[in-house]
């Protein structure tokens, strides 16, 4: 492994932080401060080019490319357990946006070669952020380059950048100026996208402006894990927080791409608009 192949850190000193809000979904509140010691984070999410060279070096296979274990899944039949991930397809027209399975499917052969099902690749993605990422891939990952997957917490202090309590990484405007300043959905979800921020799809890191830390793609692009558990029942699968949104968020539907939102994702799920970046705890 070469570190040189790797994203660069950007160092988030020590302090007391403001995290949370009280203005969105209720899972973000409530808005609170937190003291946090110094730590580093990359300036971008992993790239199909990053994880590329991980899987050259180490022979990696990702959840996505295994049959489904028929232990862990003993009533799916063999037909079921074949290698997939979750790939998002856009219906024709206007559909009830309480029934999602109406624009995910589960398909056969998308991986994070091959981003939309089988007859994709990532031959001119090098840039893009590598998604179809379970949590096992990236603790893989993270292990392999001898970091860490940043804490929910760590992760929303670092994609604040600096701003005490501004709603999106670069202040209160969604679209300060008129300029787009994040990859995410315009337009009515999901069956019109009319792509006014130049990109249906993911976009290269750091074709968005960098936050006031420097960091690139903290709203919008991908969903990005955290080690950070999410709280459910003893009876549900477990889950982990993921953060920052992706190209599919649309403020008419899912207005998640800002610091503070997070969802909980079971750990062995993988989908096209899901990735990662990793931290690193402070040197010394």
């Keep these: ?66 049959p489904a274990d028929p232990q862990v899944y003993p009533l799916l039949t063999p037909e079921q357990r074949q290698p997939a991930s979750i790939v998002f397809q856009a219906p024709p027209s206007a559909v009830d946006r309480s029934q999602p399975r109406q624009w995910w499917a589960l398909v056969p052969g998308a991986s994070w070669q091959h981003p939309q099902g089988p007859g994709s690749s ?54 300060p100026n008129g300029r787009w300043m994040a990859n995410t959905w315009q337009g009515e979800f999901p069956w019109q996208n009319d792509g006014l921020d130049g990109w249906e799809w993911t976009s290269p890191v750091g074709a968005f402006p960098a936050n006031g830390y420097g960091l690139m793609d903290v709203c919008g692009n991908v969903w990005e894990w955290t080690s950070s558990a999410y709280p459910t029942p003893k009876a ?11 190209f599919l968020c649309a403020d008419n539907y899912c207005k998640r791409y800002r610091p503070s939102a997070l969802i909980g994702q079971t750990l062995d799920t993988s989908t096209c608009h899901m990735g990662f970046r990793c931290a690193l705890d402070a040197a010394d």
């Design 122 to 175: 990532i031959a001119d993605l090098d840039d893009h952020p590598v998604v179809h990422i379970a949590y096992a891939d990236a603790i893989a990952y993270c292990t392999w380059a001898n970091r860490r997957l940043p804490t929910a917490e760590e992760w929303e202090v670092a994609a604040r950048g600096g701003l005490k309590d501004a709603d999106y990484a670069w202040g209160e405007d969604v679209n």
């Design 1 to 66: 492994m070469s570190l040189d192949s790797l994203s660069s850190l950007v160092h988030i000193p020590a302090g007391r932080y403001r995290i949370g809000s009280d203005r969105f979904y209720p899972e973000e509140a409530p808005s609170r401060e937190i003291d946090l010691p110094a730590f580093q984070i990359e300036r971008s999410p992993v790239t199909n080019r990053e994880f590329a060279h991980f899987v050259r070096s180490s022979g990696y296979r990702t959840i996505s490319e295994r």
């Design 236 to 246: 549900e699968q477990q889950r982990h927080i993921v953060k920052g949104g992706s």
